[in-house]
């Protein structure tokens, strides 16, 4: 029986040839597209790649790592070297105090005989110590606090949040508990209450911790007794959120082991934001760091860090206000490169963004 | 016979409501007993860390004979074994009673000097949130309505760059162009001029998160439905702006008003010692280098007080006014 076909009508007519053709060879190898698979780290770092913002920033921070571990290295001055001081001759009084570029009388003498000195890039202080060298040195104690603090975090947070993730149940709450009592703590006046009790109760002397100084330790001991709840609770967090997703169920239906699946899938989708915390944590130490060197509790005298370098330029500001502006212009080029980094990692790693 | 899923659609009316009000009286309660465990918390913490230190008050005075030295310890209860020592703290703390000053001779108490600080402290502190408040609020919905113009981009790049300045810096700067460069101010807080630089320094970072705080939440609300809808009904903008956004954007700022305020005050210590200003937190870093036990732990337990009330305050008034929240 011949089906009835309405000329007016608009309906496709599938049974007409020309819609639907078997397709040739050469027209099903045209469809196959063979893209690469990218990771979850490709695509990251592909994002991170088009924030521009991020992208300088993290040279910025490549580049002032590189600065301050090399250019010790083959600079002919040291931290904490007194230039009029030197063996065998009365005390030049000279070089105290030098503007940037200038060089001292008995310098001087040297340049007019024809010998190479090299320029104090921003001067001398009132020492006459190499200006220079001291906020390179200053930047690379700051750092230093910033990455120690930062991994003390990491460590002591990660753990402990991942143990009352974990054990769940009355664990879990009493934990957590203490977490509370902890980041309710007026952070400000417990850092300087401990600084100043641990300053004065320990006593390093003769121990290779004697060298880090003990108003240093007295900075990570806080960290490690402080700072590492804000971790904690975003470890405890991702990984009840990540247990929870329908991939670890579908992973555990189809009988992985439990040790796989937390390393397979709850270790990877917990470490971005992890690492991503961390990162922003750095600049947290700094700021901390430089504000207890401000105030006259952070690293102890011929070490410099950018904090007790600003803290020491205040007394010849009206004089001399560069020697505070450089420190000043260190911290927060450093604190803000750390600071945007961050945000472009945290923006890379988070898989909504896409 | 009651309408199939009356329960449902009106809550308030039935089970639901009291569920709720059982939960939230559960979540003050518990929110309170975690309070007070923070205080005796700080409390064992600030005392015996007090005891870590070597050397006593009464070190760095003159040769003192024992029986007066002895005199001494029993007029401040020193004399009397530790653990007593830190019962009888502990319960005079939780009372406010922090003792006399030692620097003062046992002449003025230590709630006296927290008095006096709190003056300034207070006066600077809440001038300087609510500049931050205002300021804040208006740049950060100015940045979202102009969202992705040049404003937004010029308001952003402010908020970001000025929480990468340390406020000892900032004031330090301020001291430099105001006061020496320009002479405009006076460098110490006398009168009402000294306070201004002071006050504005203080209003830095708080105001930068508020703009951030702000923006974010006004873009949420603005791409919301009930926005457009409002709009589709025929609404003006500044209709949609004061009866449908405003109120719903300005949730988290209320809420991050209370720990603010704390904040100022605890983070005013270094702003108050460059300007020279005696508020409590220059009290509190004085107090510190003069090895004055009573007033350091009476000082630190007060602004601990201070921030964990606030904080508890503004958690409970966020469950209260936002329903959404889960409070398990």
């Known amino acids: ?354 | 016979m009651p309408l199939p899923g009356f329960a449902i659609k009106y809550p308030l009316f039935t089970k639901g409501a009291k569920t709720m009000n059982k939960k939230l009286g559960f979540y003050i309660l518990k929110r309170v007993l975690l309070a007070l465990l923070t205080i005796v918390i700080v409390i064992t913490v600030t005392f015996f860390a007090m005891q870590l230190i070597p050397g006593g008050p009464f070190t760095s005075e003159k040769a003192v004979s024992q029986e007066s030295l002895d005199r001494l310890y029993a007029k401040y209860g020193l004399d009397k074994p530790l653990i007593i020592q830190y019962f009888n703290y502990l319960f005079n703390a939780l009372r406010f009673d922090f003792g006399y000053s030692i620097k003062s001779r046992g002449a003025v108490t230590v709630n006296h000097i927290i008095g006096e600080g709190m003056k300034f402290s207070a006066t600077i502190g809440l001038i300087a949130a609510f500049i931050a408040i205002i300021v804040g609020v208006i740049l950060g919905s100015l940045a979202a309505y102009k969202h992705n113009t040049i404003i937004d981009r010029i308001i952003m790049v402010l908020s970001t760059a000025s929480v990468a300045v340390p406020s000892f810096i900032v004031s330090t700067i301020f001291l430099y162009l105001f006061c020496v460069v320009w002479q405009i101010l006076p460098a110490n807080g006398s009168d009402w001029r000294g306070f201004i630089l002071p006050t504005i320094t203080l209003s830095f970072s708080p105001m930068a998160y508020i703009i951030r705080l702000t923006r974010s939440s006004t873009l949420d609300v603005l791409n919301s439905d009930y926005i457009r809808t409002a709009y589709a009904k025929g609404a003006s903008f500044s209709r949609v702006l004061y009866k449908h956004s405003l109120r719903n954007s300005l949730t988290p700022v209320i809420t991050y008003a209370g720990p603010m305020i704390a904040f100022i005050l605890t983070g005013s210590l270094v702003v108050e010692k460059i300007y020279g200003i005696p508020g409590i937190g220059r009290e509190f870093v004085t107090s510190i280098t003069n090895r004055d036990y009573p007033e350091v732990m009476g000082l630190t337990i007060f602004l601990t007080y201070l921030v964990i009330i606030m904080v508890l305050v503004s958690d409970i008034l966020y469950t209260v006014v936002n329903p959404r929240v889960d409070l398990d």
């Open chain 1, 1 to 354: 029986m011949k089906k009835f076909k309405n000329p007016l009508s608009f309906q496709v007519d599938y049974d007409r040839e020309s819609i639907f053709k078997v397709a040739t060879d050469k027209e099903k190898q045209e469809q196959t597209f063979m893209r690469p698979s990218t990771s979850f780290l490709g695509d990251a770092i592909r994002r991170f790649k088009r924030n521009k913002i991020a992208v300088v920033s993290l040279f910025f921070i490549v580049f002032i790592l590189l600065a301050i571990f090399l250019i010790p290295v083959f600079y002919p001055y040291t931290y904490d070297q007194q230039l009029g001081i030197q063996p065998g001759k009365a005390v030049d009084d000279t070089f105290n105090n030098l503007p940037p570029f200038a060089y001292s009388t008995s310098e001087q003498v040297r340049i007019s005989a024809g010998e190479f000195i090299w320029p104090h890039l921003f001067g001398t202080d009132q020492l006459g110590r190499d200006y220079f060298i001291r906020v390179i040195y200053g930047a690379r104690v700051s750092l230093m606090v910033g990455f120690f603090a930062a991994i003390i975090v990491l460590i002591i947070g990660t753990i402990y949040g991942s143990i009352s993730a974990f054990s769940g149940g009355k664990v879990d709450m009493v934990m957590m508990r203490i977490v509370d009592v902890i980041y309710s703590l007026p952070d400000m006046v417990i850092i300087i209450l401990l600084s100043v009790v641990l300053k004065q109760a320990f006593n390093f002397e003769g121990t290779f911790l004697d060298k880090v100084g003990t108003p240093l330790i007295s900075i990570f001991v806080v960290y490690a007794l402080l700072y590492w709840v804000g971790m904690a609770r975003l470890v405890r967090g991702q990984v009840l959120s990540v247990k929870q997703t329908e991939y670890v169920l579908a992973s555990r239906s189809i009988g992985t082991s439990t040790g796989m699946t937390i390393r397979k899938h709850i270790i990877p989708n917990c470490l971005s934001v992890i690492i991503v915390s961390a990162t922003l944590q750095v600049p947290s130490a700094i700021f901390t760091e430089s504000f207890l060197s401000f105030i006259g509790l952070g690293v102890s005298a011929p070490m410099p860090s950018l904090g007790s370098l600003a803290s020491d330029a205040v007394s010849a500001l009206s004089n001399r206000p560069y020697l505070l502006l450089i420190p000043a212009i260190f911290i927060c080029l450093i604190v803000l490169a750390l600071n945007l980094m961050g945000d472009g990692l945290r923006d890379a790693f988070d898989p909504k963004q896409r």
